[in-house]
């Protein structure tokens, strides 16, 4: 084939490039696109095939998808999941805690119209005479002057000046019970209530009979929000003499006071209820402890009488009965199933133990069918003790 050489504008023929020959253009001119070299052709050979692509390009990393496979989908979690698995058990927790706390909020769901309601006076506790004065009938007169003075100071609206004339009568008369509620009545003008109960239980210490201190006690206990004890005090007051005073009173709190009540009752029936329902499940948690601790018993009644669980059973369990014997026992031993002093052998508790070791049982099998392999476990202590065990109880020497 004749090829063509070119040079500037000019043409020449050229003989076939020799192998290993280099082609230079020339550096006026621009070279010419590359193209892949053909090779030159072998002596008798025919036209030149077309070029051959070009190389592929290198392979990534293996994946499984490139060998054509699937990808399985990731089997563990995202932490996403994870989180919101941490949420809804933490969400349980709370639910749990709301339960745990609902007595509690049961017992303050009650609301009450507290109107009317004022702050207990703290003032030090009111004269009360010595019970235990000789009275006269002198004292007997001047303290009813003082009582007969105190209630004009009262008409009057002086009440701090009643206050003193009926605490001059109680301590010339201490043991008339209606000076100190005539006092209450008074105490409960001035919003102090809880001086007012101080009065009115001395009252009635005196006089359990007297309506009177009943009923300013119930005005007082209304003052501080008592509301059963305000219903209780006026009622009793209204049997004992009926004062339509003390009726209208008792009206206005005993609707209060009876939703206390109920909401008590509700209270503690729940409260019943749940103390029966843990009682139940102590019970219940109780018998399956039981049943538990038997059965496991039973499981380990059962393995001392499979003989520790020794692989295979020990009747006829020991591979080949030793064939051959083991060395340093004696020659071979004997079956094992109604051996004489088998008994004896498990009831040796470091025997059992023994048997129960994996590795002691994988290398006393080996031993048992193959003595020569005892050579392989004379470092190892815990089956060289165990031979050495059962040896001396067979008799043999050690």
């Known amino acids: 084939m004749n090829g063509r050489r070119t040079r500037g504008h000019e043409t020449v023929g050229w003989a076939e490039p020799a192998a290993g020959e280099v082609l230079v253009c020339s550096a006026s001119r621009q070279p010419p696109p590359l193209r892949h070299a053909e090779p030159a052709p072998g002596p008798g050979i025919g036209p030149q095939p077309p070029p051959s692509p070009p190389p592929p390009a290198a392979p990534g990393p293996w994946t499984p998808a490139n060998m054509g496979g699937k990808i399985p989908p990731a089997t563990h979690k995202t932490k996403s999941e994870e989180n919101t698995k941490e949420e809804k058990t933490d969400s349980k927790k709370v639910e749990e805690n709301i339960k ?7 017992e303050s769901d009650l609301e009450i119209d507290n109107e009317g309601v004022i702050e207990p006076d703290t003032d030090a506790p009111q004269e009360m005479g010595d019970e235990n004065v000789e009275i006269t009938e002198e004292m007997m007169d001047q303290a009813n002057d003082k009582k007969v003075a105190a209630i004009d100071a009262l008409n009057n609206g002086e009440l701090q000046k009643a206050i003193d004339l009926f605490t001059d009568a109680i301590k010339l008369n201490p043991r008339l019970a209606i000076l100190y509620a005539k006092r ?3 105490f409960i003008k001035l919003q102090k209530p809880n001086a007012a109960i ?7 210490e005196i006089n359990p009979d007297s309506a009177q201190p009943y009923k300013w006690r119930g005005k007082a206990h209304r003052l501080l929000g008592h509301w059963e004890e305000a219903a209780h ?6 049997k004992l003499d009926y004062d339509e005073d ?6 206005e709190v005993q609707p209060r006071a009876q ?3 109920e909401h008590r009752r509700k209270y503690e029936r729940k409260r019943e209820e749940r103390e029966i329902k843990e009682r139940i499940e102590r019970v219940k948690k109780a018998r399956e402890e039981h049943e538990r601790a038997q059965r496991e018993e039973e499981a380990r009644r059962q393995s001392g009488a499979q003989y520790g669980s020794f692989p295979g059973g020990f009747p006829g369990g020991m591979p080949g009965n030793f064939p051959g014997g083991m ?12 051996m004489p002093g088998l008994n004896e052998i498990l009831s040796d ?6 048997m129960q070791d994996p590795e002691v049982m994988v290398a006393f099998q080996d031993v048992a069918q193959n003595p020569a392999n005892m050579s392989k476990y004379q470092s190892n202590p815990k089956v060289m003790n165990l031979i050495s065990k059962l040896s001396a109880k067979f008799g043999g020497q050690a």
């Open 100 to 106: 745990t706390d609902e007595p509690s909020s049961e």
């Open 184 to 186: 209450a009545s008074v």
């Open 198 to 204: 101080r009065d009115c239980d001395r009252a009635i």
């Open 233 to 238: 005090d006026l009622a009793l007051a209204c």
């Open 246 to 251: 003390a009726s209208a009173m008792l009206k």
């Open 259 to 261: 939703k206390i009540a």
């Open 327 to 338: 060395p340093g026992m004696g020659g071979s031993m004997p079956g094992m199933a109604g």
């Open 349 to 354: 508790p470091e025997v059992l133990a023994a």
